[in-house]
């Protein structure tokens, strides 16, 4: 999507000795734009809103895989792609595995992963980076067990999966998931509102350290079943 900011700083900034080609696919009978639409707007909006006439590189014989493969590994000088617009483009490719894995046990795990707009609806993660290192971190049956925790406790709440609630979760069944019984987890945290271990965990510094030891102290605070979890985490 267009970003009215970068357009306008395009605008300011003008100087047609730096104005690269833009990036062109010719597929299916049409010309797809795969990098470079901000540059247009803004040569349309100098213009008084009339078409412009654009310098072009153009590509043939490329799939919708392959342009979304161009445009997430694109080296340029202009604005960074996000990670949720990196995340989403290489989805799209194909092309980075662990990524596409992420977001297939996310969906299976009954949840979305809001890589376009926000709804603000349960079950709807945005974070990109903590989920994807959440992933790394716990293999693909650790990491599936995990948002089954989110899920069981706190039913897809919006603040349950927060990035920092992610991160601290994602330590906690890293450290303790052999000994740790997921009834007894979803029984005892789920009288435990994610905001307190939010709202707690803002006294540390290590943001996953910080989260993963709250949810440990609430979940051996609420002795309603099993035995305590020792202390594991280390520094």
Not at 17 to 34: A, E, H, M, W
Not at 55 to 74: K, Q, R, V
Not at 166 to 177: C, D, I, Q
């Amino acid at each position: 999507p267009i970003k009215p900011q970068d357009v306008k700083r395009i605008i300011r900034e003008w100087n047609p000795c730096k104005l690269t080609p833009v990036i062109v696919s010719f597929r299916d009978g049409k010309f797809n734009v795969v990098d470079g639409q901000h540059h247009i707007e803004a040569m349309r909006q100098m213009a008084g809103g009339k078409d412009a006439i654009v310098p072009c590189i153009i590509y043939t014989g490329m799939t919708y895989e392959d342009e979304a493969a161009m445009y997430a590994s694109l080296d340029t000088d202009k604005t960074a792609l996000t990670p949720r617009q990196h995340a989403k483009a290489v989805i799209e490719a194909g092309s980075d595995p662990k990524i596409t894995e992420t977001k297939r046990l996310v969906e299976e795990g009954g949840f979305t992963w809001a890589l376009e707009k926000t709804t603000g609806e349960p079950y709807e993660i945005t974070a990109v980076r903590t989920l994807v290192n959440a992933y790394q971190l716990l293999g693909g049956d650790g990491f599936a067990r995990m948002l089954s925790l989110l899920a069981g406790t706190w039913h897809g709440t919006p603040n349950s999966l927060k990035a920092s609630i992610l991160s601290g979760m994602a330590l906690f069944v890293k450290t303790y998931g052999p000994e740790l019984s997921d009834r007894t987890f979803i029984k005892r945290m789920s009288l435990v509102s994610p905001d307190a271990i939010i709202r707690e965990g803002r006294i540390d510094n290590d943001t996953a350290l910080r989260h993963a030891r709250i949810i440990w102290e609430k979940y051996n605070s609420q002795r309603s079943g099993g035995s305590e979890l020792p202390y594991r985490f280390k520094r």
